[in-house]
């Protein structure tokens, strides 16, 4: 034998690494549990499909361009490098014309597998590893650390204000870049994961206005089809040339099975993103489902099943309040989830926010009840909170029923749920969870 040594081969930031823990490791989809816990869209692709969920057929005269046709004879041939096709379906959906009069063009884009390969390529294009920072807003994201201590990309936290709905800090984030040259990102969720709260357009103005700071502004706004009209920013990086905006069509688009993301930016950026990336990184399958998601009449599909879910969203702000158990809604509600406080008693009897009872609720749900929700508590602000994807409306349905079950039994015996080490443990492993 050799004299090969792992531990000595391998980068040490890599050997470090704790495996990636995602939302399908502990609850699987078993076709009965209800899963509410990676904010997917659960009524499905924004694409035309029958009651069994396969494409419905056009008629004989629907000569549109929503007909959805894959070649699988093509399929021996490489993939468009370049989408170009695809890329101008993206921008049309977002030359809105509220924050520039100018256009996106395909000259503008970046797309990826999904929004975790340009929050990677990003990183790999602006910070030298082992000597570069990137500024995160804790609560947020988790993927933004896992990449860059994959990178070995050092981070510097600034935290969301947790007494002023988790707001952007932007006075705080400009003074760090102007003590540190070494950072190059500042990563900014807007809406925000796992607050739900979209951050304000001035707000990330004081950050692309600091006089001295020589870096990028990336903001993530996987969810913003389900904010308010106008909320997104990505023509805006048609003004600055050092702002990125990530987008999805995960979300909204319910497409998280093809895994496309892009990045809306300057075209000095977009051209090397796309230098950098492997040469064929969207697939023929991806693409062609993705281009006809963009189609005018499957876009209506969207919008409708999006509405439903902020029906939904509202009911759950209505609703969840009336269950004894239930403390305050934090952040805002701007995606398509909420995050909430789960109380160790009522409120009527001084009931505060607890991790211990907020844990034993997200285990009863999906191990009893086949609910599957997201433990939020060990995030910084978030002390007893779930965060609850909007699901369909017999989804919600059986959420409030079988949550209002568990938190009368929960608060019947909150003496005897875990001792304090071994609930330490198990915070920790499912606050873990990247999602």
């Not at 007909?67 to 959906?93: A, F, M, S, T």
């Not at 988790?142 to 002023?164: F, R």
Request: hydrophobic content about 40%; overall charge negative.
């Amino acid at each position: 034998m050799g004299i090969f040594d792992l531990a000595r081969c391998a980068r040490p930031n890599i050997l470090g690494l704790e495996p990636y823990r995602c939302a399908r490791d502990d609850y699987k989809d078993n076709g009965t549990n209800i899963l509410l816990d990676a904010n997917e869209n659960a009524y499905g692709p924004g694409l035309p499909l029958d009651k069994t969920g396969k494409l419905a057929h056009a008629s004989a005269n629907d000569h549109s361009d929503t007909q959805l046709e894959v070649d699988l004879r093509g399929l021996n041939r490489y993939p468009d490098p370049h989408q170009i096709k695809l890329k101008q379906l993206l921008c049309n959906l977002r030359n809105y014309h509220i924050h520039t009069s100018k256009d996106l063009v395909p000259k503008n884009l970046f797309v990826g597998v999904g929004s975790d390969e340009v929050i990677d390529a990003l990183l790999r294009c602006f910070c030298t590893p082992g000597h570069d920072k990137i500024v995160t807003c804790p609560p947020t994201y988790g993927m933004y650390a896992v990449s860059a201590q994959v990178n070995d990309i050092h981070i510097v936290k600034v935290p969301l204000d947790t007494n002023n709905h988790f707001a952007l800090r932007p006075d705080a984030i400009n003074e760090v870049l102007s003590s540190d040259p070494t950072i190059k990102l500042v990563y900014i969720c807007s809406p925000g994961n796992p607050t739900a709260s979209v951050i304000s357009k001035s707000d990330v103005r004081k950050v692309l206005e600091h006089p001295t700071w020589n870096g990028v502004v990336v903001v993530d706004e996987a969810y913003i089809d389900f904010s308010p009209d106008g909320s997104s920013l990505a023509e805006w990086v048609l003004e600055w040339p050092n702002l990125v905006v990530m987008q999805t069509l995960s979300k909204a688009f319910g497409l998280a099975g093809i895994r496309l993301g892009a990045a809306f930016t300057h075209p000095a950026i977009a051209q090397l993103l796309n230098n950098m990336k492997a040469p064929y990184n969207i697939s023929s399958l991806t693409s062609t489902l993705a281009m006809a998601a963009l189609q005018p009449k499957n876009l209506k599909i969207m919008k409708k099943n999006q509405e439903k879910i902020i029906q939904q969203r509202d009911r759950l702000l209505r609703e969840l309040p009336k269950i004894t158990g239930i403390g305050r809604f934090l952040g805002g509600s701007d995606a398509n989830f909420l995050l909430v406080e789960i109380l160790d008693q009522p409120h009527a009897q001084g009931g505060k926010p607890n991790n211990k009872t907020a844990l034993a609720a997200y285990e009863r749900l999906a191990e009893h009840k086949g609910v599957v929700v997201r433990f939020r508590g060990r995030e910084l602000g978030c002390e007893g909170c779930l965060r609850i994807t909007v699901g369909t409306e017999k989804e919600v349905d059986k959420f409030l029923r079988e949550l209002e079950a568990v938190l009368h039994e929960l608060l019947e015996i909150s003496d005897s749920v875990h001792g304090s080490s071994e609930e330490e443990a198990l915070e920790k492993e499912a606050n873990d969870i990247v999602s």
